[in-house]
DNA sequence: TAAAATTGTGTATGTTTGACACATAAATAG
DNA sequence: CTATTTATGTGTCAAACATACACAATTTTA
């Protein structure tokens, strides 16, 4: 039924929720606002749809001036529109989520905006509904993680079975098996051996791997699925 | 960002993707439009957001509108905002898809729309981009239906094992097991018995069970995972 | 009254998960 | 430089689960 004319316009934003990954802990890069309304405090990074670009274009724009970053992994999650979620004026957020490289990032437009990355376990309050987005957020990361091999998004190009295990174990706040899991990926073909060995890591053991970036577009179409025993995990 | 200020008020509005089931297909409610625009083809059912109205609330009153029904599933499916979906103005849609027993629906409110149930392997080409939405619809209530037992919504109160598999068979478009399907949803303890039998199938012999409400609390609430193995299911 | 169709319960097999042992290579402490 | 500690790579085994298929009981249909 849309079509018809219609008074009820309606201010349209985007926010975002950035993930990255530190080697150790799952990271949101948040916002302390330099800027009103809500001064002081964090927030998501976030803008308003212009009324001649597309709902993704936007968020690829919004998600570019913050990090520099252009081709990431980013998924539209939801729209909240409570009537007073925003309480200067009636807007409707949609919002997406973008797994990045923490190490690929624009500093200087970091600091531009006054955004740093924060441990998930130490996320500070955020204004209006920006806790409900990021609650949403990691629930749908899990889901997601569980059965596409996105976590590769939030590595560097070349990384270790352990780092990738580190990962997994971060987004799903549990302790894997190590024999197991690296069983487990390596049936995936997922991985190619580099010959390389770690370099920055402490311990200068673990073999370099790299994407299959054939295997890794098969899995993103759902010709298999990835690590479907995640989806049981009590997501608390 | 939320809260600047800002020029660009865009219309926003819903449209609601409702499945049903008859026993032997999976169905769609579309609407054959007698109104401009695209006066004479089909689509699905919509409409706009109030200013004073939440999101939900607004995709509940779609649905009550058409149906005659309040209290039935229905959950947020994205939100499609390309420039250029509505050729009359630009708008954004935010989609909802809901599952409905068929039987329950005010027929006058039908007709009333020139709505009728279409099965979703004979849907006729619908306008705009909403058989992208309908796409998507089917996809995620076959990812969520895989997890939590929302399959029951689209049952009446009282229904047959076999009938339960004829729905999931034609949710995700398989042939099942009978034997190894009853031994699965019985193992989840979500059917109570009723000691009747089926008067309405042609053959008379399933008996009756009704949903554990309790139970089903608890899988709505990931407690406990439901038949996670349908996850791993090529969605074609 | 017999045959066909549908429902309910049982059993065997191959696969996968999850728990744990051992060997090897690299880093660190003395 | 050597021994100890730490991290990585490969192997085995049992329990749980999915899958395939057999048979009995009841109802419908011919």
């Known amino acids: 039924m849309t079509g018809y004319l219609h008074s009820?316009?309606?201010l349209v934003a985007l926010d975002c929720i950035i993930f990255g990954f530190d080697g150790e802990a799952l990271k949101l890069l948040l916002i302390k606002r330099n800027f009103e309304p809500?001064?002081?405090?964090?927030?998501?990074?976030?803008?308003?749809l212009n009324a001649d670009e597309d709902l993704h274009d936007a968020a690829t724009r919004i998600l570019f001036t913050l990090t520099g970053?252009?081709?990431n992994y980013l998924e539209q999650l939801q729209t909240f529109g409570a009537v007073n979620r925003d309480p200067v004026e009636r807007t409707i957020s949609v919002v997406y989520y973008s797994l990045v490289n923490i190490n690929d990032q624009d500093p200087l437009a970091l600091k531009a905006h006054n955004a740093s990355w924060i441990d998930l376990d130490s996320k500070p309050q955020l204004i209006f509904d920006h806790d409900q987005m990021v609650e949403a957020a990691l629930r749908q990361l899990r889901y997601k993680a569980a059965l596409y091999p996105i976590g590769f998004e939030l590595l560097p190009e070349k990384f270790t079975v352990p780092q990738l295990q580190k990962l997994y174990e971060a987004i799903y706040n549990v302790k894997l098996d190590r024999r197991n899991f690296s069983r487990k990926i390596m049936a995936t073909e997922l991985l190619l051996g580099t010959g390389e060995?770690?370099?920055?890591?402490?311990?200068?053991?673990?073999?370099?791997?790299?994407?299959?970036?054939e295997k890794y577009h098969d899995y993103l179409n759902g010709y298999q699925s990835f690590l479907p025993e995640f989806t049981e995990l009590s997501l608390t």
């Open 38 to 48: 809500e001064f002081g405090n964090w927030s998501l990074m976030g803008g308003f």
């Open 8 to 10: 009820s316009r309606i």
């Open 69 to 71: 970053l252009q081709n």
């Open 197 to 213: 060995k770690d370099a920055t890591s402490v311990t200068k053991k673990g073999q370099l791997f790299k994407l299959n970036k």
